[in-house]
């Protein structure tokens, strides 16, 4: 139900205990919140070493504007029950487009559909990536 791009996932799935990496177990929460909720290609993505500001990017897509906000809501709900965590800040919630919810260890990015094609966040890290990995090379 989610792509992971993260080395902690592989621990993750082979055990049965909880991760060590709080914002790993906030991140999968989130995932789950928005299964929940019939959020649209679900994805985590680490990048942490890439970025310095957050680990792990939640990123999820809606056909509408109100699955938009009701995802939103969701997420914001299921974090808060079981971590006790609020985001540090939501942005984008009226005009409900691109709604950023800022956890500080973790970034959840709501899109409606369209926006996640014009937008296109995924490509814009692997071009990061790739820049970053010429660089050293």
């Known amino acids: 139900w989610c792509r992971v791009q993260a080395d902690w996932f592989i621990e993750m799935t082979t055990d049965a205990t909880p991760t060590a990496n709080p914002a790993a ?12 909720k019939k959020g649209e290609d679900i994805t985590i993505l680490e990048v942490g070493p890439i970025l310095g500001i957050t680990e792990l990017f939640v ?9 938009v906000r009701s995802i939103v809501d969701e997420v914001e709900e299921q974090v808060f029950v079981l971590f006790e965590r609020r985001p540090l800040r939501v942005e984008g919630l009226n005009d409900r487009q691109w709604v950023l919810m800022d956890y500080g260890d973790v970034i959840v ?27 050293t090379a």
């Open 59 to 67: 990123i999820t897509s809606a056909p509408n504007n109100r699955l």
């Open 109 to 135: 990015h709501v899109f409606a559909d369209e926006a996640r094609r014009f937008y296109e966040i995924e490509r814009l890290i692997d071009c990061i990536i790739n820049i970053l990995n010429s660089a």
């Open 25 to 36: 177990e906030v991140a999968i929460a989130a995932a789950r919140a928005i299964d929940d």
